[in-house]
C-alpha cells in the first residue's frame, strides 16, 4: 500500500489513464460510425456492397492489432507519408485511433449484426410492404431495434476497445498507461507488485461500470415481441 | 371512413376493369415447382377468396403481388402496370398495396399509433398532426383507439391485427391482400378480426384474402379460389363452389376441413 502511494505520486498514472480513455472515445464513435455503414452494406440488396463489407469485416476482424498498429505507423506513415499533424506525438496519437477504429469497426458490425439477427423479417416486409424505402426501412425500424437487441455485445466491444487502446504503444502513442507501466517498471523493479496492481485495479474501476451500464440498458431497452 | 373507399364505392362495386392481374406466373423454390401457370384476375371492388390445403402456393401468390416473393416467369399487372422491379417504383407500388400477415408483423418498438402514423408521415408527407387524426380514426374505427398508446406487445392477437389492418388503410391502398390473418389468432380473437375484414369488403375493397376460414369465404368473398400443388384447380362464387364443387380434390379439401 505504501509502494502504491509512492508511487501514485512519482508518476501521473491519471493522466496516462485519461490518454487511454480518449483514444477509447474517440475510437468508439468512429467505429460506431464506421459499423453501421458496414452493416447497412450487409443487408442492402446489392451484392458488390455486401461482398465488400464481409471482406472488409473478415480482414480486420482476423488482423492481430498489433500488426495493424505497426502497419499505421510504419505502412501508412513512414512509406505512404501519410500524417495528420507536424507534430510527432499528436500525428501517431490519431493514427492509433485510426488503427483502432477500423479494427473495432469490424466487431461493431458484428455485434450490429446479431442485433439484426434479432429482429424477424416480417419487420421488414411490413416496413417494405407500406412503401418504406431500403434506407427509411433501415433507419426507422430494423437498426432501432438491432441497436436494442446488440448492446450487450456493443458494450463488450467497447470493453475490448478500451483494453486493446493499450496497443496505441505499438503506433508510438507514448503517454498511454502500458508504456507508463514498462517505465515505472524499468525504474522501481522493487515494487513490480504494486506498478501491476495501480494498473490492474486502475483497469477494473474503468471497465466495471461499463460491464453494469450495458447490463441495465440491455435490460431497459430490450425490445418485447 | 376515409375518402378512398368511398371513392371506390362510388365506381361501383365489382367493376369490370381489373385491378390486378397475374398472366402466366411461375415460380420456383430451387427444384419445387410452388406456382404453376396462374392465371388470375381481380377487378376493382372485388372480394378474391384463396383457400386450398397447406404448401399449395397459396400465400406464395399473395405475396408475389406486392413483390416480397419474385416470380420467374409471367407478368403481373397492378392498375394495368406491370410489377416494377426495385427501386422507387416498387416503393411508390407497396405503398398502394396493403398487405395484413399472418404473424402482424406490428413494429415492436413503436407504440400503436406510431405504427399507424409512420408510413403516411415518411411516404405520403403527411404533418404529424394530420396523420395522427387520421390514425385515431382508423383506429376508432376497428376498436382498438383506447389502446393507441400502448406497445404492441401489450395488446392480444386479435387486437395487434386490428391494428395492422388500420395501419394498412392509413395508406388509402388501391388493393388489400390479407396473407392468412386469422392464422395466429386464438378461436375467441378470429370473429373480431374478421368482423373488420367483412366490414372492408362490405365498403368495397378489393381484397385478395388467403384464408381457411370458410364462414368468411361464404359470407364476404366474391370468388373463390381453390389452389393445390400450385396450381389454380377450381373457381367461382362462394355458391357455385361450396354446393356444386366439381374437383375431387377441393371435395377432398372441404370434406377434411368441414367434418368437425
Not at chain 1, 447497412?40 to 492481430?64: H, Y
Not at chain 2, 398472366?23 to 378474391?48: A, F, P, Q, R, W
Not at chain 2, 369465404?217 to 389452389?227: H, K, S, T
Request: with cysteine.
Amino acid at each position: 500500500m505504501q509502494e502504491m502511494m509512492t508511487l501514485l505520486s512519482n508518476y501521473n498514472v491519471p493522466a496516462a489513464f485519461w490518454v487511454n480513455v480518449q483514444l477509447t472515445l474517440w475510437s468508439a464513435l468512429f467505429s460506431l460510425i464506421l459499423g453501421v455503414i458496414l452493416v447497412m452494406m450487409r443487408i442492402s440488396p446489392v451484392g458488390s456492397l455486401r461482398g465488400f463489407a464481409v471482406a472488409f469485416v473478415e480482414f480486420f476482424k482476423n488482423m492481430p492489432l498489433t500488426i495493424i498498429m505497426v502497419f499505421m505507423l510504419l505502412g501508412v506513415f513512414v512509406q505512404l507519408r501519410f500524417q495528420f499533424s507536424s507534430t510527432f506525438s499528436t500525428n501517431f496519437y490519431w493514427l492509433a485511433i485510426t488503427g483502432l477504429s477500423l479494427y473495432t469497426s469490424a466487431f461493431v458490425c458484428e455485434s450490429l449484426r446479431s442485433g439484426i439477427n434479432t429482429v424477424p423479417l416480417g419487420q421488414a416486409e411490413a416496413a417494405r410492404s407500406l412503401g418504406l424505402s431500403f434506407f427509411q426501412t433501415a433507419g426507422l425500424i430494423i437498426l432501432p431495434q438491432a441497436f436494442r437487441g446488440s448492446v450487450a455485445p456493443l458494450g463488450n466491444t467497447l470493453i475490448a476497445l478500451l483494453k486493446n487502446s493499450t496497443v496505441a504503444a505499438a503506433a508510438s502513442v507514448a503517454t498511454e498507461t502500458s508504456t507508463l507501466m514498462k517505465t515505472m517498471i524499468e525504474y522501481n523493479a522493487s515494487m513490480i507488485i504494486a506498478v501491476f496492481l495501480i494498473f490492474a485495479i486502475g483497469y477494473v474501476i474503468l471497465i466495471i461500470p461499463i460491464g453494469l451500464l450495458t447490463t441495465w440498458l440491455s435490460n431497459k431497452l430490450a425490445v418485447r415481441r | 371512413m376515409t375518402s378512398a373507399s368511398e371513392k371506390v364505392v362510388s365506381e361501383g362495386v365489382a367493376s369490370s376493369k381489373p385491378l390486378v392481374e397475374l398472366d402466366h406466373v411461375e415460380k420456383y423454390y430451387g427444384e419445387l415447382h410452388v406456382l404453376k401457370d396462374i392465371n388470375l384476375e381481380v377487378k376493382k371492388g372485388e372480394v378474391l377468396v384463396i383457400i386450398g390445403p397447406s404448401g399449395s402456393g397459396k400465400s406464395t401468390l399473395c405475396r408475389t403481388i406486392n413483390r416480397l416473393e419474385l416470380i420467374n416467369s409471367g407478368e403481373i399487372r397492378i392498375d394495368g402496370k406491370p410489377l416494377p422491379q426495385e427501386g422507387k417504383e416498387l416503393t411508390k407500388l407497396r405503398a398502394e398495396v396493403g398487405m395484413v400477415f399472418q404473424s402482424f408483423n406490428l413494429f415492436a418498438h413503436k407504440s400503436i399509433l406510431d405504427n399507424v402514423t409512420l408510413a403516411p408521415r415518411k411516404v405520403l408527407g403527411l404533418s404529424k398532426d394530420q396523420a395522427e387524426k387520421e390514425a385515431m380514426e382508423l383506429l376508432a374505427r376497428v376498436g382498438v383507439d383506447s389502446q393507441a398508446n400502448k406497445l404492441p406487445a401489450q395488446l392480444s392477437g386479435g387486437q395487434q391485427q386490428r391494428v395492422a389492418i388500420a395501419r394498412s388503410l392509413a395508406m388509402h391502398p388501391k388493393v388489400m391482400l390479407f396473407d392468412e390473418p386469422t392464422s395466429a389468432l386464438d378461436p375467441e380473437m378470429i370473429t373480431e378480426v374478421l368482423d373488420v375484414m367483412v366490414d372492408l369488403a362490405k365498403e368495397g375493397m378489393t381484397m385478395v384474402v388467403v384464408t381457411h376460414e370458410m364462414g368468411f369465404a361464404r359470407q364476404a368473398a366474391d370468388r373463390v379460389v381453390f389452389m393445390a400443388d400450385g396450381q389454380i384447380l377450381e373457381q367461382g362464387t362462394p355458391a357455385e363452389f361450396f354446393d356444386h364443387t366439381k374437383t375431387e380434390r377441393a371435395k377432398d379439401f372441404l370434406g377434411k376441413i368441414l367434418a368437425h
